[in-house]
Structures are given as C-alpha cells and as structure tokens.
C-alpha cells in the first residue's frame, strides 16, 4: 500500500531542469522569437497546456531545445518542422493541412453546410 501511494511523488525525476528550461535568452528578440514559437507547441505529458506554460519535465526539456536552437541561428519554422518530424502533427495547436488533418480543417465547412441546407429545407415547408 506503501507503494502504490508513493508511486506518484517516485515518478518526478531527481535531475535538475535542462538549461534554458527556466531560464530566459539574453537577447530579448530571441526571447521573443522563442516564447512566440513555445505558446505553439503543445506538452505531450499535460496535452491541455504549450510547453511555455506545462510545469512537467518534458515541457521544460522541449523549452530548452527550442530556447538553444533558437540561440544557434535556427528560425523558429525550422524548429517547429523537427518537432513534427520529432513528435507528430498533434505536438502543434496549428496542425498542417495533408490528408490526416483534411477532416479537422474541413469539417465546420460541411457541418456549416449541412445547416445551411437544413434551414433552407424548413424555410420552404414554412412558406409553402
């Protein structure tokens, strides 16, 4: 029982964060450039948060990758295709289009649709 309760607090590593997890760029453009490109990407352990704002590990490993690739002279574009080729579509909020992501983008266009005909229907029957 002992260890099932103490399995939570066993699961945190005992490594200190990577540099740059915390810790800000010198160069405020650079800063920018890499908290513009953090708040697009999302933490794979909290799915729910970017990894600017996920407290877990690996967010802040993915911070420092994306603070020193951003202090190397790597653009922000480049760094977010390696995360996808990395991590997958679904490690960024703006997914691109191909035809795995073709019925997230195009599905409001038909249900809009879909509504736009059912409207249509039972404006006529009010009519006639």
Do not use: H
Request: aromatic content about 8%; hydrophobic content about 45%.
């Amino acid at each position: 029982m002992a260890l099932l309760t103490a399995t939570p607090a066993l699961a945190d590593s005992t490594l200190p964060p990577a540099d740059f997890a915390n810790t800000q760029l010198r160069d405020p453009a650079k800063e920018a450039r890499a908290r513009d490109l953090m708040g697009t990407i999302r933490c794979l352990v909290c799915q729910g948060q970017s990894i600017a704002d996920s407290d877990a590990e690996m967010a802040g490993d993915m911070r420092s990758l994306v603070r020193q690739r951003i202090l190397a002279g790597e653009s922000p574009t480049d760094i977010r295709d390696k995360l996808i080729a990395s991590y997958g579509d679904y490690v960024t909020y703006d997914p691109p289009f191909n035809w795995l992501t073709a019925p997230l983008w195009l599905m409001p266009l038909i249900l809009i649709g879909i509504g736009a005909w059912l409207a249509r229907g039972s404006f006529k029957r009010r009519r006639g």
